[in-house]
């Protein structure tokens, strides 16, 4: 099969297309024919071996332990492993597998849902991580609740697009922060309010949210903090830390696939880009 390898760990033009042995599964795991593979942050991260400490974390030491990149998957299920009861050939599902910029991908049966009829594999592909990351983000540690006041800001980004739409269908009032080329973009996702944040600072108002969702963490932690209410809960997701924490800051652990896309599969209207 063909596929995108990496040898070392660099920029992206260290990435060839080869062709190389179709992946062996598992007796758990699902073979999957990939018809299209998303783009996320981590991806980045994997593939340059920054921050340092994930390396540490089984990426790699030297060089990656994975040779071909990519997480996001949408395609056909083209094979099961013995012990796989919930996917056949010829399922379309979505999800994250190991290794999927490549015309095959292995993935493990509970990294698996089906694929939404109403969703294209370009779309489907987009939602694994950053709708999974906006889902842990508002429900597990922001636990939102019906009536709150609810702050995202990069409002316009994957996990912002997936934020806004899971915020509202929480019950919350929604206020998304973006860019001016985005005012219009947030608001058609379900947005009450938007901020462009190249004429207001959201801190600066006297507006206060119960959940703050920060995708970008360009303010100070105590200018954003002013922000919230007495009881608020802030929660940073931009990833930054430099090359000694990075990412590790957050939770990527991907689990509860189906609610997600029960949640989001009727309001996914484009492939959009982190």
């Known amino acids: 099969m063909k596929a995108i390898v990496q040898d070392k760990f660099g920029p992206a033009d260290g990435l060839e297309l080869r062709d190389i042995e179709t992946p062996e599964i598992g007796a758990t795991e699902v073979l999957v024919r990939v018809h299209a593979a998303g783009v996320d942050r981590g991806v980045w991260h994997v593939m340059t071996g920054l ?17 071909v990149p990519g997480t996001d998957l949408a395609g ?8 796989v009861t919930r996917f056949a050939p010829g399922d379309e599902v979505l999800g994250t597998g190991i290794g999927t910029y490549a015309e095959y991908a292995r993935a493990r ?16 592909a987009a939602l694994p991580v950053s709708g ?34 899971l915020a509202k269908a929480f019950g919350a009032e929604v206020t ?12 058609s996702l379900g947005a009450d309010h938007v901020i462009d944040y190249t004429t207001t600072d959201f801190t600066s108002t006297d507006r206060r949210y119960d959940v703050i969702l920060d995708n970008v963490e360009a303010q100070p932690l105590a200018a954003v903090r002013r922000a ?18 990075g990412p590790l800051v957050r939770d990527r652990k991907v689990f509860s696939l189906e609610e997600a896309v029960h949640k989001l599969s009727g309001r996914c209207a484009a492939s959009l880009p982190r």
């Open 51 to 67: 921050p340092y400490p994930i390396r540490l974390a089984g990426y790699g030491f030297r060089a990656p332990k994975q040779g």
């Open 76 to 83: 056909v299920v083209t094979a099961v492993g013995a012990d």
């Open 228 to 245: 919230l209410t007495p009881t608020g809960t802030l929660i940073p997701n931009s990833g930054r830390g430099g090359r000694w924490l």
């Open 109 to 124: 049966e509970d990294q698996l849902a089906a694929k939404p009829s109403a969703l294209s594999f370009e779309q489907a």
């Open 176 to 187: 998304g922060v973006c860019s001016t080329t985005k005012v219009d973009l947030v608001r």
């Open 132 to 165: 999974v990351t906006a889902l842990q983000a508002l429900r597990d540690r922001g636990a939102v609740q019906p009536g709150q006041h609810v702050l995202v800001i990069g409002a316009s980004g994957g996990v912002g697009t997936f934020a806004v739409q």
